[in-house]
Nanobody, 125 residues
Framework: VQLQASGGGLVQAGGSLRLSCAAS????????VGWFRQAPGKAREFVGG????????AYADFVKGRFIISRDNNEGTVYLQMNSLKPEDTAVYYC???????????????????WGQGTQVTVSS
């Protein structure tokens, strides 16, 4: 499966963006999807994830209360709604999928087998 993240851009601090993750070759509707981000000079870090089997999404502490992950299984798309953006949220954001049949969200990068190309989010102060 090939993933594609979209929706990034330039926004002022306090603003909002919604990122989308879609797949070609296979629907995301039965895959665990995670969002990660990587700022210049820093390691790629877990932002949040959502399972396909129900249950609440998981979030990194630094985005709790500001970011919301949702999915539309009919369209096979996963969304990352980012509110109250801060300059420190500036990064390339990636979506990734775990293997088929897995229902558990993981915070580990190596638990995800398919990655999108990333979309740049820049938050100005």
């Amino acid at each position: 499966v090939q993933l594609q993240a979209s929706g990034g851009g330039l926004v002022q601090a306090g603003g909002s963006l919604r990122l989308s993750c879609a797949a070609s070759g296979r629907t995301l509707s039965r895959l665990v999807v995670g969002w990660f981000r990587q700022a210049p000079g820093k390691a790629r870090e877990f932002v949040g994830g959502i399972s396909w089997s129900g249950g609440s999404p998981a979030y990194a502490d630094f985005v709790k209360g500001r970011f919301i992950i949702s999915r539309d299984n009919n369209e096979g798309t996963v969304y990352l709604q980012m509110n109250s953006l801060k300059p420190e949220d500036t990064a390339v954001y990636y979506c990734a999928a775990r293997g088929g049949g897995i229902t558990v969200i993981s915070r580990a990068r190596n638990a995800y087998v398919a990655w999108g190309q990333g979309t740049q989010v820049t938050v100005s102060s």
